[in-house]
């Protein structure tokens, strides 16, 4: 078997999470990933056919049985991701019957899986329905982001139009926007399905008060749609006491979707 700690999964994970960290969108036990392994890459790495420390879940999630995760620990801390990875996430196989994982690789035998991990895996479950390639979810506390929640109003098309209009490259790169959900516990039940079925329409979404949760296809694209999302709420706070501020209009909007072959949330724009 390979060095697990070398792999590049390991690696991008912990560099991402590391990369958050120094944000200062991670502070203390904040934040929460989780990765979709390809089992013929973990297959040189770890003995998969060792059976796992079973952990239940409070979700079914036999839509993704027999699929790996590697997925922060429940306590842990960013800042020590990146030193410990084995310390402060694990490697988790959804079970046949989707009601428990099994617990591979990393963590001590009493801790467990980030308390948001049905979260997640309801969220996978929302994005592999359209997007096959779909493989990561970060949840993460962004300053800027979580600040403008607290002074704009609550409403998917304002804050969306408010991002796109602040860069000319954001509504490339967030055609469908922001997804908004109510304000809500974390951890519980709720969130979870409300988070998983923003993630139909959207790859971002807005836990008000708190952070965001967004999706991709890997760590990188996640993270830069979350770096997007959090420059342009900066800027948008950082403009917002000028009272002459301007934002690229509707029809330049479209323009540049139309030019990148993007199509944009009909619901905000048309
Ligand atoms: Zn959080």
């Known amino acids: ?42 297959s040189l790495y770890l003995d998969l056919s060792k059976p796992g420390r079973l952990y239940p879940l409070q979700i079914n999630a036999k839509a993704l049985a027999g699929k790996y995760l590697l997925v922060t620990g429940s306590g842990k801390y960013f800042k020590n991701v990146k030193e410990h990875p084995e310390a402060n996430s694990c490697i988790v196989k959804v079970t046949e019957n989707g009601d428990h994982v099994e617990i ?47 002074i704009t109003e609550l409403d998917e098309k304002t804050f969306s139009k408010a991002l796109w209009g602040l860069n000319t490259e954001n509504i490339i790169i967030f055609p469908e926007g922001i997804g908004i959900i109510p304000w809500e516990i974390p951890g519980n039940g709720i969130i979870g399905k409300n988070t998983a079925d923003k993630f139909k329409t959207f790859k971002i979404v807005l836990w008000p008060l708190h952070g965001v949760v967004a999706c991709g296809d890997t760590l990188d694209s996640t993270f830069g749609l979350v770096e997007t999302v959090e420059k342009a709420a900066m800027t948008y706070l950082t403009i917002k006491p000028f009272s002459n501020h301007k934002l690229i209009s509707d029809e330049d909007l479209l323009r540049l979707a139309k030019a990148f072959n993007v199509k944009p949330n009909e619901a905000f724009i048309k």
């Open 104 to 150: 591979l690789w990393g963590l001590k035998p009493t801790e467990r899986p980030t308390s948001e991990l049905s979260t997640h895996l309801a969220s996978h479950i929302s994005r592999l329905e359209i997007d096959p390639t779909h493989r990561v979810i970060i949840h993460t506390h962004t300053t800027y982001t979580n600040m403008m929640s607290a």
């Open 1 to 42: 078997m390979k060095n697990i700690l070398e792999s590049k999964f390991i690696q991008e994970f912990s560099n991402v999470i590391d990369r958050m960290y120094l944000l200062g969108w991670d502070e203390r036990n904040a934040g929460n990933v989780s990765f979709i392994l390809d089992q013929a890459e973990l």
